[in-house]
């Protein structure tokens, strides 16, 4: 981290401004390793690998740390050489794309696939992941002036309240023990007036039945990520020439999707080499988290309402998901 990005952080305890008390390795520009201390209650924090930790490493996360450092790129505009990140962040955000001196906050980073274009806007953009996946996203966007990144938890973030001009949190809310109380964390460190972007799986009863990723999940959310990574990757080598054949079906994604095979074939303009990476990222990404928690259209609104949100928009959106956007009242 920067120390001039000290200014972004806070204590996730009592919400005190927060020191440098030691640098071990690297400079003020670039700090390696050290300790940040709080001014008010002292608790101490560790600056690892560049990235300040706020939450111990072992946590429930962890399969997507394992997934994100397994693909640091795969996702990456810059690295597929499309466009589907940054289509993707402007459609669900609504945002302009010059943002200039605003302070926008990233919460569910993964591996950085939106804190790229989220930096490209001229934002600074503090980027905070609960698992190891911040290893991946400070090798990728890290050395940018305009970024921070940090390890931290959404229901403890080392933020001041009203703080960001922008929020957003795409493809996390679902996968927290409490969808509920994590979007209401979020809600408290925007400024009045300021916007929230968020994405949540649908809820709809059938789905539990249909999606056949629910019947495994009970088991392969417990299975070590290393374990249930390898067969993922041994399962979509084997299945992708019939995949693709099956994809030609009418409803054929679907029945890939049945066979927990993820094929965007026809839907992104891939290689095939990239849509198998993809496939088998989202396939370990679909039956690996501890948590998988949809809500509704009808919840997510109630939940904006909750937080005193104003110009409130929720809808279907992006695949199987509820988008949520909302300003906070002044
Ligand atoms: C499916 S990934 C989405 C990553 C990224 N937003 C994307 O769409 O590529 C979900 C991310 O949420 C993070 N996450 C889960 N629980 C969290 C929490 N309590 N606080 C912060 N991040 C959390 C996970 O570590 C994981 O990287």
Known sequence: ????????????????????????????????????????????????????????????????????????????????????????????TKWPRDLSGQVILEVGSGSGRF???????????????????????????GHKDNVLVVQGDIYTMPFRTNFFDKLFCIGVIQHTPDPERAFLRLTEHLKPGGSLAIDIYRYEWWRYLLVTRYWVRPITKRLPPETLYRWCEKYINLMWPLARWINRLPKGRYINLALLIADYRGRYPLSDAMLKEWAILDTFDGLSPAYDKPKSLTEVTRWCVKAGLENIEVERGYGGLVEGRGTKAV
């Open 115 to 141: 804190t790229e274009p989220a930096a490209a806007t001229g934002a600074m953009v503090v980027s905070l992941d609960y698992s190891s996946a911040v290893d991946a996203n400070y090798a990728s966007n």
């Open 1 to 92: 981290m920067k120390s001039e990005h000290i200014k972004y952080l806070a204590c996730p305890g009592c919400a005190g401004d927060l020191i440098l008390k030691e640098v071990s390795s690297g400079q003020e520009n670039s700090i390696e390793s050290g300790q940040l201390q709080c001014s008010d209650c002292k608790a101490t924090y560790e600056i690892i690998r560049h990235v300040p930790r706020f939450v111990p490493t072992e946590n429930y996360a962890a399969s997507f740390g394992y997934e994100w450092n397994r693909h640091t790129r795969t996702q990456y505009d810059s690295y597929t050489g499309t466009r589907i990140s940054e289509e993707r962040f402007f459609q669900e």
